[in-house]
């Protein structure tokens, strides 16, 4: 006897339909040239996180199957890359992160896919990175752990134009072996007339126009980058924001998505910055469907998370959270570099310099009212931009901080005190160990995605929040500094 569709239980179907996405991931799988990632033995003694859902999707990653049509570049063209092994290494994961995203815009302006490998933690607590015998072997964080934007290998918001997206680095050893044309980063520095007076604007156009009139496909810059450290930490990176460089309505920035891990630990942890889980947090269908059909929602917790294939990567165009106020509190080693920075005169980072933002870097700054403030200093900062920002109601609050237990408890139940409104911080996270290894980004999330953001002017993590919330349209007014 026939059965029509209408009398099959809602359970066969979904089982049916997670059989063909089974079938289907397996037709993919079959088309990919690259290993499975094989954790190291240092990796399995030390205990660190092995990211082996993040380094399965990044192997899954269309642009490297073999053959297939991001592998080439689009319409049948083999692919052009660019790969920066010179990048900074042993700094704080967001300077190196500044430096990536001006590469991933400099390889888009070539026609060139940007080559992305995992950041190397020079020290990373509570991961220990000393085996027995002595020897140190750091953490290793694939980037797709960070970001699943252009960066991290993803899609050009699906505007692009036959350029190639970005390679991991195993891809590229085995697309570029034995075609790799090396150049020196101070020798091309010299042609290109670049020196140290020459804004980021003309580094960023003149680089661009050299890789992108090489034949080479396959082009490694050694000895150097175009946006190393030393560059970056000067006042020469706002020229780049705007034309002709238009680093702040790049694709690179405006199609940045957060990666499905931060997006996980945002799922769990949405209480504690919103009063309810937002639309484009949800989990995607078809898992949605399977919760809402054989029980209800699970939202995962850190010994069961959520499968990283169920999360949609937040994107830093999605909606604010409002009444959200996040504040971003750098203490720990800043009580000693603090009195540095400032008797130094040092202009706040990169991004935080842009002209657009109210906040400017002062020459008389006083360390305690803008570099490392207590509790009476964040609240008169406070009161002071909601006096400014009349149409936003501060209905929570979210601090990212490294601040001990003690500073932090002081300063949640002052804030509690006076707004009346739910305060939670960094060490009310619950997170998996993947999750914990990129807790900065966890918080950054949250930062970006806020109403009114205050961070420090001289941090390079408030410095990325700025980019990626100016670049997402969150006004300049509700970028606000120490």
């Known amino acids: 006897m026939h059965l029509s569709s209408r009398h099959v239980p809602a359970r066969v179907l979904v089982l049916g339909l997670v059989l063909l996405l089974g079938l289907a991931y397996c037709s993919v799988v079959d088309k990919v040239a690259l290993p499975r990632y094989v954790p190291s033995a240092e990796t399995r003694a030390l205990g660190h996180p092995t990211f082996a859902e993040v380094r399965e999707a990044e192997r899954l990653l269309p642009q490297h199957r073999a053959p297939g049509r991001w592998a080439l570049g689009g319409k049948g063209k083999r692919g052009r890359y660019v790969y920066f092994p010179w990048e900074a290494w042993g700094t704080g994961w967001n300077n190196v992160f500044q430096e990536q995203l001006l590469n991933t815009h400099l390889a888009f302006r070539a026609d060139r896919g940007y080559v992305f490998g995992d950041y190397i933690a020079r020290d990373h607590p509570p991961f220990s990175d000393t085996l027995p015998n002595g020897t140190r072997s750091h953490l290793h964080i694939p980037m797709g752990a960070f970001t699943s934007g252009p960066t991290g290998g993803g ?15 195993a891809w590229w050893d085995v697309v570029c072996k034995g075609r790799k044309t090396v150049l020196s980063a101070p020798e091309m520095n010299r042609e290109l007339a670049i020196g140290p007076e020459t804004s980021g604007a003309d580094r960023m156009v003149r680089w661009g126009a050299k890789l992108k009139d090489m034949e080479a496909e396959c082009v490694e810059v050694v000895d150097g980058t175009p946006f190393d450290y030393p560059f970056i930490i000067t006042d020469k990176p706002a020229s780049i924001w705007d034309w002709p460089a238009s680093y702040g309505a790049s694709l690179t920035l405006t199609a940045f998505r957060w990666s499905a891990l931060v997006t ?48 949609p990567p937040l994107t830093i165009t999605a909606p604010p959270l409002t009444g959200l106020l996040a504040l971003h509190v750098r203490r720990g080693d800043y009580q000693e570099h603090c009195p540095n920075l400032v008797a130094a005169a040092v202009p706040y980072n990169t991004w935080n310099a842009l002209p657009a933002l109210p906040d400017r870097r002062s020459p008389h700054s006083e360390m305690h009212a803008h570099c490392f403030p207590g509790v009476t200093q964040i609240l008169a900062k406070i009161e002071s931009v909601l006096k400014t920002e009349r149409k936003f109601k501060v209905e929570r609050v979210y601090i990212a901080t490294n601040g001990d237990a003690d500073f932090i408890s002081q300063l949640t139940e002052r804030l509690k005190t006076t707004f009346a409104v739910p305060v939670a911080s960094s060490r009310d996270m619950r997170l998996t160990p993947e999750e914990e290894a990129v807790g900065q980004a966890v918080d950054m999330a949250v930062l970006t995605a806020a109403e009114v953001f205050i961070g420090n002017g001289w941090s390079s993590l408030t410095s990325n929040v700025v980019q990626l919330r100016l670049a997402g349209g969150r006004p300049a007014a509700r970028c606000r500094f120490w």
């Open 264 to 311: 996980r630990a945002l799922i769990r942890n949405h209480a504690l910055f919103a009063p309810s889980l937002p639309t484009h947090l949800r989990p995607s269908l078809p898992w949605h469907w399977h919760l809402r059909l054989l029980g209800p929602p699970d939202l995962g917790s850190t010994a069961a998370p959520l499968p990283l294939s169920a999360v």
């Open 155 to 169: 899609a050009w918001g699906g505007r692009e134009k036959g350029r190639p997206r970005g390679i991991s680095r």
